[in-house]
């Protein structure tokens, strides 16, 4: 079946740094990815999305990078600010399964001054 | 932008009552959201998914008279945790499909305390 999994429950950043988040999926027949950000008490937040047919999408100070082969993404924070601090997870649909996406346990990110 | 309202925010009931939790779709049609649960410090895991007029879909071992849904309409759907009990004690997200591909929208989530 399906998992999605984060190599590092924690991340410490200072603020100003580039911060990145990975994750590790297991089912190759995965092809949608997406990065939210959730704040403490409230729902997740989306930040961006890559296809299986695409191996890196920018957004605003985000990037994306998946790598098919050796089914891993990342997640990129150019110049990590304070208001970035939250828990990220990594989500995967699988081909045909509409919209159901599978969770990975997310990565704490914690922007120090 | 999509937006997804869930209410309320946070409930506290007495063991053995049962408590409902709405999720809307304002600013557009869903005809299919998802619940999620969430317990402290781990990820979303995803109980059911409610189909507009016809019966939801549940996750291998979520109950389904346990966790009673239902999806009236294109922008409501409604999780009824039934007689309620201090393990159901949870964070519970709601999320639709906007239509913009397949991007996930989420609702704030509702706390769930049961004493």
């Known amino acids: 079946g399906e998992s999605v999994g984060l190599h590092l429950p924690t991340l410490s950043v200072q603020e100003g740094d580039n911060s990145i988040i990975n994750c590790a999926y297991s089912n190759s027949a995965s092809d949608y990815f997406i990065w939210y950000k959730q704040e403490s008490g409230k729902g997740p937040q989306f930040i961006i999305d890559?296809?299986?047919?695409?191996d890196k999408r920018q957004g605003q100070r985000v990037t994306v990078l998946l790598n098919k082969t050796v089914k891993h993404l990342s997640l990129q924070i150019a110049a990590t600010q304070p208001g970035d601090s939250a828990v990220y997870f990594c989500a995967a649909k699988l081909s045909g399964g509409y919209n159901k996406l599978i969770f990975g346990a997310g990565t704490r990110l914690a922007v120090h001054p | 932008g999509a937006v997804v309202s869930q209410h309320p925010s946070r409930v506290i009931c007495k063991s053995g009552t049962s408590v409902k939790i709405e999720c809307r779709s304002l600013?557009?049609?869903?005809?299919?959201m998802f619940w999620y649960r969430q317990f402290p410090k781990q990820s979303l895991m995803l109980m059911a998914t409610s189909n507009e007029g016809s019966k939801a879909t549940y996750e291998q071992g979520v109950e389904k008279d346990k966790f009673l849904i239902n999806h009236a309409s294109l922008t409501l759907s409604t999780l009824t945790v039934t007689s309620a009990h201090p393990e159901d004690s949870s964070f519970y997200i709601c999320?639709?499909?906007?239509?913009?591909?397949?991007?996930?929208?989420f609702g704030s989530g509702t706390q769930l305390s049961v004493l």
């Open positions: 999320s639709a499909p906007t239509g913009e591909g397949e991007k996930l929208f």
């Open positions: 890559i296809r299986s047919n695409m």
């Open positions: 600013d557009f049609q869903a005809t299919t």
